[in-house]
């Protein structure tokens, strides 16, 4: 079904046939982009995820203070808190001055928070893979369209990220909240500032800032795969234009 009359020993495509081309070209382009923009993502967050940044950050919201620790304890306590969520395993029982940092419930959140982390890491690791089987798939002539699909994967984010920065600078507090119920159950995200050493040790002026600063990282990296696309895409279309234009002329004398 499908195919219809011949026309100079050839099956024409017919109309159903274009369409459905048409849609699984979409539905490639779209892997590419969705897969460039989790890449660019997953590629930023972790250089965010060390004991540099994440000093200096505490330093800016005054951790110390509200943690009652000195410096060397806080930053023991934050490594430690640092290799269990990215190295594990994630055990987050760490202790200061005999005492536990964390009690059961923030711990929970911890382990909760490597899981979303882990999830986002596969899940784009699986379209990348994805996007790269279809680029294989396409071969040479499809080259150049994959490479669009890049471009506007990676302008779609700036897009996005513009315009969650932009709402986030008038409502980030309402923006934290949202993120945190989509991911985590209700009642396990919400701490006492007063009591529970978790949002000392990671004051809201931490993560407001952090957030700013990986938004303005994904940015000018996401500019540089746009850029980068855009270059390569055109350098294709122009190897291609010489070729079609022969094969354009032939089909012409032919009628």
Request: hydrophobic share 55%.
């Given at each position: ?5 011949h026309?100079?020993g050839?099956i024409?495509t017919t ?7 048409r849609l699984?070209t ?10 460039t923009?989790?890449a660019?993502?997953?590629l930023?967050v972790p ?13 800016r919201?005054?951790a ?6 000195s ?7 934050t ?15 760490i ?26 890491f ?6 990348v893979i ?13 080259r ?14 700036i897009?996005?990220l ?7 600078l ?24 007063a009591?529970e ?10 993560w407001?800032?952090?957030?700013i ?7 000018v990296?996401a ?17 291609l ?15």
């Open positions: 079904m499908g195919a219809g009359p026309v100079g050839r024409a109309g159903y046939d274009a369409r459905v081309d699984g979409r539905l490639a382009d779209t892997l590419i982009a969705l897969a923009a989790l660019i993502l997953a930023v250089l965010f995820l060390n004991p540099v940044w994440v000093g200096f950050e505490q330093g919201s005054e110390a203070a509200w943690t009652g620790f410096d060397a304890d806080l930053r023991m306590a490594d430690a808190i640092l290799v269990d969520l990215v190295v594990g395993p994630p055990d987050f029982d202790d200061v001055a005999g005492a536990p940092v964390l009690n059961e419930r923030e711990r929970s959140h911890m382990r909760d928070v490597r899981g979303v982390f882990f999830g986002f596969v899940v784009s690791m699986v379209l994805a996007a790269i089987a279809v680029v294989i798939r396409r071969g040479h002539d499809g150049a369209a994959s490479w669009i699909a890049v471009r506007n994967g990676a302008g779609g984010l897009v996005g513009l315009l969650v920065g932009g709402i986030a008038i409502a980030f507090d309402q923006l934290f909240e949202i993120f945190h119920q989509v991911f985590f159950a209700g009642g396990s995200y919400t701490f006492d500032p009591t050493r978790l949002v000392q040790l990671f004051p809201f002026q931490f407001q800032e952090t957030s600063a990986l938004g303005i990282v994904a940015i990296v500019i540089g795969v746009a850029v980068v696309a855009q270059g390569r895409a055109d350098r294709l279309l122009r190897h234009a010489p070729a079609a234009a022969p094969a354009t002329s032939a089909g012409e004398a032919a009628r």
